[in-house]
């Protein structure tokens, strides 16, 4: 707990009318834990319901972890996670592969924990009931739309790696082998939230083509944990280094 | 019960440690001429839909927050000092499975048993869509208050307020809420009609109409604006704060800010206004205390921080 007392000169800070004026003022942050209380018994008793049916639908184990998957900038192993599930999904459900994928970072809204990785968990991370959408841009738009998450060092993105120089994309190597030509077209598979210009994105409703797959992100989440999990085999963190800043 | 036990062992020790810090001000103020009063000004902002604590996972946050735990804390505050004022800065929604299964009203109902005196709207409060604010802010018994965004020919017209005056013992304090550009942030089909009004122009005319018509005595902005933006030219509370006249306090929200303590700003007058935000999740609870004197203020000191 941070405790501050503070003594100010507060003279005009407070006109006259009704005859009070602040003479003093302090602050103080009060962590919420179980040090600082007890949970009080009417409000846990009221969450009790809500959270018991919280439980029945968010407790199934989908998969499990060797350690906590977390965000990072600008690479992180739940980016890699997540952009390389999303791609799967995405080519899947579109009928033909994307070529790469695409996520907001603001947009990853927790990390996943050790252990056991529930329905829940995927909540957590991905809370949104955003769709994943397919676009198609030409090579110059790829190219803005690399800068443009760049620039903030929020480049989160799957099937293809990326170097960086000062915010801007300096050279782009796809995972399936193609080059970026500014003129050929590529597909992107990405959250709509960002296609409809999310995140100041707007030069994405220029788009060659937009497609819905009718398919939430979280859902493909979902539907691709419950598939690693029938492999028996444990999701590791690890980042393969996609994004080099130079 | 071993674990309760020591629980209240421990609770019991921050009580005294809060005991402490309550005898402080009376002190100070002993020599001082006039009536004083008190009000204690208790704050959340984004903490989105986390009503229980963070799970015991190891993350940094693991086991705080908890809105159980927060209302003990606010139920004792409010035993200690009777003018008590607990406000939201936004964001109350999106962030943990409860609203993707209750939609917000767990959290709306657990503010109401909490006692909020009034809450902001936040961008993620849009997430439901506009018919759900409704739905869900419908039962809230606290009035959500925003200045700067006219619902006018949406279904939320008239179900906001831009501000609200409370008074505790004859302190008359003026209580405002701006909210943030949804341009590129909210999916417009979340908040459809709505207009977006100038937060600067907004702030200070609404600012003015409480110090002025409304005769406050302290004038509270509740801001989902953000606290700063360093490269980017958006309306934060530092902007607001430099840019507006008559505002005392800006409880700010959105950039999930964990000031340690409020950070001073000069308003347009040249005045230290306070701006305080606490982090996310309701890790924290903003506890400020503010002491009163009738009359007009003739004290000249200087500022003196004592931090432990």
Not at chain 1, 14 to 42: E, M
Not at chain 1, 167 to 176: A, D, I, M, P, R
Not at chain 1, 177 to 185: A, K, V, Y
Request: charged share 20%; glycine share 10%.
């Amino acid at each position: 707990m941070k405790k501050y007392l503070l003594l100010v000169a507060l003279t005009g800070l407070s006109a006259c009318h009704s005859g009070y004026h602040l003479a003093n003022r302090t602050a103080n942050r009060i962590g919420v834990d179980s040090l600082t209380a007890t949970a009080d018994t009417s409000v846990a008793n009221f969450l009790q319901p809500y959270r018991q049916g919280l439980d029945r639908t968010m407790n199934e184990v989908l998969t499990h972890t060797t350690g906590r998957i977390e965000k990072g900038q600008p690479n992180g192993p739940l980016n890699d996670l997540l952009t390389d599930a999303l791609l799967q999904q995405a080519s899947q459900r579109y009928g033909k592969p994307v070529d790469f994928s695409h996520l907001n970072f603001g947009g990853i809204r927790n990390n996943l924990p050790e252990g056991n990785i529930t329905t829940g968990s995927i909540f957590e991370v991905m809370p949104f009931d955003n769709q994943l959408v397919v676009l198609t841009l030409t090579g110059e738009m790829v190219q803005q739309l690399l800068n443009h998450f760049a620039a903030g060092n929020k480049l989160v993105v799957g099937g293809l790696r990326t170097k960086i120089h000062d915010g801007k994309v300096q050279s782009v190597t796809f995972t399936n082998g193609r080059t970026l030509q500014p003129n050929e077209t590529y597909t992107v598979a990405m959250s709509d939230y960002i296609a409809d210009g999310g995140d100041n994105a707007n030069f994405l409703k220029n788009a060659i083509r937009r497609e819905n797959i009718n398919y939430l992100i979280r859902d493909a989440l979902i539907d691709y944990f419950r598939q690693q999990g029938k492999s028996g085999q444990p999701i590791t963190p690890v980042t393969d280094g996609r994004i080099s800043i130079e | 019960m071993a674990a309760l036990a020591s629980n209240r062992r421990q609770f019991l020790k921050f009580l005294g440690t809060a005991a402490v810090i309550g005898s402080v001000a009376p002190n100070v103020w002993a020599g001082a001429a006039g009536k004083n009063a008190s009000l204690t000004i208790l704050h959340t902002n984004d903490v989105h839909s986390r009503l229980d604590p963070f799970p015991m996972d190891g993350s940094r946050n693991a086991g705080k927050g908890g809105v159980a735990r927060r209302a003990t804390l606010v139920q004792k505050i409010r035993q200690e000092n009777p003018n008590v004022l607990l406000f939201d800065a936004g964001d109350i929604f999106q962030g943990t499975p409860y609203f993707n299964l209750y939609k917000g009203e767990p959290e709306i109902l657990a503010m109401n048993r909490l006692g909020y005196d009034a809450g902001t709207i936040g961008n993620h409060d849009f997430d439901g869509g506009i018919d759900n604010m409704v739905t869900q802010f419908g039962k809230a018994k606290f009035p959500l208050l925003i200045a700067n965004y006219d619902f006018k020919n949406t279904v939320l017209d008239g179900r906001t307020k831009p501000w609200q005056v409370f008074e505790k013992d004859g302190i008359r304090v003026g209580v405002f809420g701006l909210g943030i550009q949804p341009e590129g942030l909210i999916p417009k089909d979340a908040y459809r009609e709505m207009k977006y009004l100038d937060p600067v122009e907004i702030g200070n005319d609404t600012a003015a109409k409480l110090r002025s018509a409304e005769a406050c005595d302290y004038v509270i902005c509740l801001s989902h604006l953000g606290y700063k933006y360093d490269n980017e030219p958006k309306v934060s509370d530092v902007v607001l704060a430099g840019k507006t006249r008559n505002i005392d306090l800006i409880i700010g929200g959105h950039t999930h800010t964990f000031l340690d303590a409020p950070v001073v700003a000069n308003n347009l007058d040249g005045q230290p206004i306070w701006i305080n935000q606490v982090g996310f999740a309701g890790i924290n609870l903003g506890r400020i205390d503010l002491m009163f004197e009738r009359g007009k203020a003739t004290l000249t000191g200087q500022s003196v921080e004592v931090k432990s």
